[in-house]
């Protein structure tokens, strides 16, 4: 049994994890918004998760909100724990490093952000692997959108959606996308912190499908009779009005996490087909 402390515990990936594993490891939960990281003391800590960050908001941050909270945060919290013999930091990162106009990513893709938060993230990384060394293992976890039962954002858009309306304009869309289960991440994170491994690992579901499909996936789950129609006009619409929106739904971002993959020697324990199966019926390891 580890003893892990875990920032961000009130987000979905914290929260999640810590649920998931409660029976297996002795965690703690921080806030950094509600106390100091001075405060903190790391009695015979073994990990630290910090899942804390400031993400894409409907409102623009400062970069200065971002560097605040993205990286002078972990960065602080980092030293302190390596100074009071902590041997293991995981870092959950975003492929929002890479910036947005990437198809398909690796871990030889260039990181080129584009966003406050992209490059916030990528400025993290680079000075928290600095940390890195023989008595203190740095982990950072790059990921694309991240689903399951109680995901926010986008998803719990969509499954509303679909509950509520007998169509939606979202067929024969072509792209390739992958996506994250979040029990997947989660098994991944065990495994590296059992294994104590470091370095900088790419997660996506094996695998990568449409828009369409992931849709029609979704509302098989909701066992609802929703159809997908196509309506001219609407997606030069979307691109016009929304273009992050549209990036997100008909665009092509592809994760090839094959080298995380061996490397760690993981295999995601769920299909797309699976993890959306249970979305829908709120199962949970």
Known sequence: MKKILVTGSSGYIGSSFVKMFENKHDFTTFSLLQN???????????????????????????????????IEYPLQLAKKAKDEGVKHFVFISTIAVYGENQEVLDENTPCEPSSFYGKSKLEAEKQLQKLSDESFCVSIVRIP??????????????IKLIQMLPMLPFANIHNKRTFLYIDNLLCFIDLIIKKQQGGVFLLG????????????????????????????????????????????????????????????????PYTTKQAIARMMQGSSR
């Open 145 to 158: 959108m991240v689903y399951g039962k109680g995901a926010p954002g986008n998803i719990a858009t969509l």
């Open 36 to 70: 100091s990281i001075e405060s903190i003391e790391f009695i015979n800590t073994d990990v630290i998760v910090h899942c804390a960050a400031l993400v894409h908001q409907k409102i623009q941050h400062s970069y200065e909100a971002y560097e605040k909270i993205n």
């Open 205 to 268: 579901d094996e695998g990568a499908i449409s828009t369409s499909t992931f849709m029609k996936m979704i509302i098989e789950g909701v066992n609802k009779r929703t159809y997908l129609i196509s309506i001219p006009f609407f997606q030069n619409l979307v691109q016009l009005l929304q273009p992050s929106l549209y990036n997100k739904l008909y665009t092509n971002l592809e994760v090839n996490s094959s080298h995380t993959k061996k490397i760690t020697n993981f295999s995601t």
